[in-house]
């Protein structure tokens, strides 16, 4: 059972190059989030879906765009990357609304 | 804004002291959810808590939700290296989480 699965794990970037970071769970839930991390601070959340077929922002959505493509897979899209986006891209996803979430290994994105 | 506060954001400590984060709410909470992240890490689930009053323990862990339901604590007794890493709380469901708590531990 591999839970929820981020890919790639590192990536480098230029300024202005575009990327989609994937995301996806086998635990059948059925709400799914993106974060960023930025060094010594918490989490943010970016775009969230709260089930299938739809999406919603977060506190920082600006610069992201995200599809949910199925149950299973929630992808974030950076149409123009920055160096303000350098960050740690955690994916996570819960069956409901009262349950923990389950987090991915992360996303180490750099941008030159 | 955010739901719940946390303190403090940094704790350093002695090996073997004991250590304890607090998360403090405005409002009634339904729950409180637990989450450690070590350094390098991704979050990690520890506990949910529920009812008024609750105390759970995990081995040196002690998690207290008020009895007003307002504010939680995490305890550490006797700290380990193995404890270092921030810890997160998050209030009624809330998908969003606040800076947590760093804990260092010095050997």
């Known amino acids: 059972n591999a839970g929820v699965t981020q890919t790639p794990k590192f990536q480098v970037l230029k300024t202005g190059q575009s990327m989609t970071l994937q995301c996806a769970q086998d635990?059948?839930?059925?709400?799914m989030y993106w974060y960023r991390q930025d060094p010594g601070m918490g989490l943010r959340l970016i775009y969230y879906?709260?089930?299938?077929?739809?999406?919603d922002k977060g506190e920082v959505p600006n610069g992201y765009n995200v599809s949910r493509l199925n149950k299973r897979e929630f992808s974030l899209r950076l149409e123009s990357a920055a160096p303000s986006q350098t960050s740690v891209y955690f994916c996570?996803?819960?069956?409901?609304?009262?349950?923990?979430?389950?987090f991915g290994d992360g996303t180490r994105l750099s941008i030159l | 804004g955010q739901q719940v506060m946390q303190i403090p954001q940094y704790q350093h400590v002695q090996e073997g002291e004991d250590f304890t984060t607090y998360c403090n709410s405005s409002?009634?909470?339904?729950?409180i959810q637990w989450y450690k992240q070590r350094p390098g890490g991704h979050p990690v689930f520890l506990i949910q808590?529920?009812?008024?009053?609750e105390v759970k323990k995990q081995k040196r862990l002690t998690f207290q939700f008020g009895e007003a339901k307002k504010n939680s604590s995490l305890h550490i007794t006797a700290t380990q290296t193995t404890d270092v890493g921030t810890y997160f709380c998050?209030?009624?469901?809330?998908?969003?989480f606040g800076a947590g708590t760093r804990l260092t531990v010095k050997p």
């Open positions: 996570a996803s819960r069956t409901g609304g009262r349950q923990p979430q389950h």
């Open positions: 998050s209030g009624n469901n809330d998908m969003r």
């Open positions: 635990m059948n839930h059925n709400s």
């Open positions: 879906s709260a089930s299938e077929g739809t999406t």
């Open positions: 409002t009634t909470l339904s729950n």
């Open positions: 808590l529920v009812k008024s009053g």
